[in-house]
T-cell receptor, first 117, second 114 residues
Framework: AQTVTQSQPEMSVQEAETVTLSCTYD???????LFWYKQPPSRQMILVIR????KQQNATENRFSVNFQKAAKSFSLKISDSQLGDAAMYFC??????????????WGLGTSLAVNP | GAVVSQHPSRVICKSGTSVKIECRSLDFQATTMFWYRQFPKQSLMLMAT?????????EQGVEKDKFLINHASLTLSTLTVTSAHPEDSSFYICSAAGNGNTIYFGEGSWLTVV
């Protein structure tokens, strides 16, 4: 079965500092996507970053980057220069690539990130 | 970028009545839409997957007769909560997938059944 595990229910970081959120997953597939979504208090789900499993290079989006370790099935999110607006729930998610009509996401339980001024 | 609009954002209904929530993809054709329920401080729970023109696929434990899903066009899916009860009060989110690899989310709908 495909599962996504976020082992940190809550994290905190000082403004301007760097924080890393962990995510591990389990799958027997070789082609898949991994995502980090942010859910602020407004509840809107916002895509933070996406990684294709076939790409060795770690994805980066401005202050957000991932450390993708395919063999270890690990997909951590690093937030650099943390800002107050980064405070939110962060969800790690997975889906297989060649899914046809079955493109559902498998979700982790989330990590609540607090940013301290 | 792609936009998914969900309406209404908040709705209050009386126990025993039905309420409909709409999910629209505004600038792309969504071949597949997903409906989630989210309890406070929890992750998203997938309720069902709907593909345009076919019956929705419900996750185990979700009552298909209570949560009616219709995906009549490539830009619109609806979730109807029938004979709503207070325990159906929750945050419901839809998401849509086009031909690309990213799934986009609606703003969510708060349902309160009184």
């Amino acid at each position: 079965a495909q599962t996504v595990t976020q082992s940190q229910p809550e994290m905190s970081v000082q403004e301007a500092e760097t924080v890393t959120l962990s995510c591990t997953y389990d799958t027997s597939e070789s082609d898949y996507y991994l995502f980090w979504y942010k859910q602020p208090p407004s509840r809107q789900m916002i895509l933070v970053i996406r990684q294709e499993a076939y790409k060795q290079q770690n994805a980066t989006e401005n202050r957000f980057s991932v450390n993708f370790q395919k063999a270890a099935k690990s997909f951590s999110l690093k937030i650099s220069d943390s800002q107050l607006g980064d405070a939110a729930m962060y969800f790690c998610a997975y889906r297989i690539t060649n899914a046809g009509n079955n493109r559902k996401l498998i979700w982790g339980l989330g990590t609540s990130l607090a940013v301290n001024p | 970028g792609a936009v998914v609009s969900q309406h209404p954002s908040r709705v209050i209904c009386k126990s025993g009545t039905s309420v409909k929530i709409e999910c629209r993809s505004l600038d792309f054709q969504a071949t597949t839409m997903f409906w989630y329920r989210q309890f406070p401080k929890q992750s998203l729970m997938l309720m069902a997957t709907s593909n345009e023109g076919s019956k929705a696929t419900y996750e185990q434990g979700v009552e298909k007769d209570k949560f009616l899903i219709n995906h009549a066009s490539l830009t619109l899916s609806t979730l109807t909560v029938t004979s709503a009860h207070p325990e159906d009060s929750s945050f419901y989110i839809c998401s849509a997938a086009g031909n690309g690899n990213t799934i986009y989310f609606g703003e969510g709908s708060w349902l309160t059944v009184v």
